[in-house]
T-cell receptor, first 113, second 115 residues
Framework: DAEITQSPRHKITETGRQVTLACHQTWNHNNMFWYRQDLGHGLRLIHYSYGVQDTNKGEVSDGYSVSRSNTEDLPLTLESAASSQTSVYFC????????????FGPGTRLTVT | AQSVTQLGSHVSVSEGALVLLRCNYSSSVPPYLFWYVQYPNQGLQLLLKYTTGATLVKGINGFEAEFKKSETSFHLTKPSAHMSDAAEYFCAVSAPYSSASKIIFGSGTRLSIRP
């Protein structure tokens, strides 16, 4: 069955370190998204990609970057981790070019100490 | 621009009781509307969606939602709660034919089920 996987599922890192969260999907979807989930804020869009070599900033992109070298993967990099980036991160993908349903991975819980 | 408001960050009901989770939206055009469920330590899963047509939408696990344009609402209901329904529920809105990134999520409602 097609799926989205994220790794690691849990990560503890120190302030100032670079961290990369992996996202891999086997749906063969063109669109991929990264969200962060914080209490009281729901999901907020960090970055997204509509295809290989395409990346775009979302609502809360400062301090994050992504790259898309193939259809399956969209890694999220925190250039210099900050305590404010402690959160749960979700990767999602979708097939449609319009705003229909997205398929989510299981999430990565990141703690920055 | 679209926005969505979920009324009540936490709802608690007894097992067997009616579940009602409230969602109101704001949209300048007829919206697409979604309900997602998030079980503990899992990602979001689509419960149901409204795009066009019938305003009463049935989803998985016995849930349904009704699109009411006059009330700008898309409340989620289930006649009889089960313990397994305990989860976080997110309402989401998008504009038809907007780009794939333009789904706006509500802040979520945590549903607890009392034995």
């Amino acid at each position: 069955d097609a799926e989205i996987t994220q790794s690691p599922r849990h990560k503890i890192t120190e302030t100032g370190r670079q961290v990369t969260l992996a996202c891999h999907q086997t749906w063969n979807h063109n669109n991929m998204f990264w969200y962060r989930q914080d209490l009281g804020h729901g999901l907020r869009l960090i970055h997204y990609s509509y295809g290989v070599q395409d990346t775009n900033k979302g609502e809360v992109s400062d301090g994050y970057s992504v790259s898309r070298s193939n259809t399956e993967d969209l890694p999220l990099t925190l250039e210099s981790a900050a305590s404010s980036q402690t959160s749960v991160y979700f990767c999602a993908s979708s097939a449609s070019t319009i705003a229909l349903e997205q398929y989510f991975g299981p999430g990565t819980r990141l703690t920055v100490t | 621009a679209q926005s969505v408001t979920q009324l009540g960050s936490h709802v608690s009901v007894s097992e067997g009781a009616l579940v009602l989770l409230r969602c109101n939206y704001s949209s300048s055009v007829p919206p697409y509307l979604f309900w997602y469920v998030q079980y503990p330590n899992q990602g979001l899963q689509l419960l149901l969606k409204y795009t066009t047509g019938a305003t009463l939408v049935k989803g998985i696990n016995g849930f349904e939602a009704e699109f009411k344009k006059s009330e700008t609402s898309f409340h989620l209901t289930k006649p009889s709660a089960h313990m397994s329904d305990a989860a976080e529920y997110f309402c989401a809105v998008s504009a038809p034919y907007s780009s794939a990134s333009k789904i706006i999520f509500g802040s979520g409602t945590r549903l607890s089920i009392r034995p």
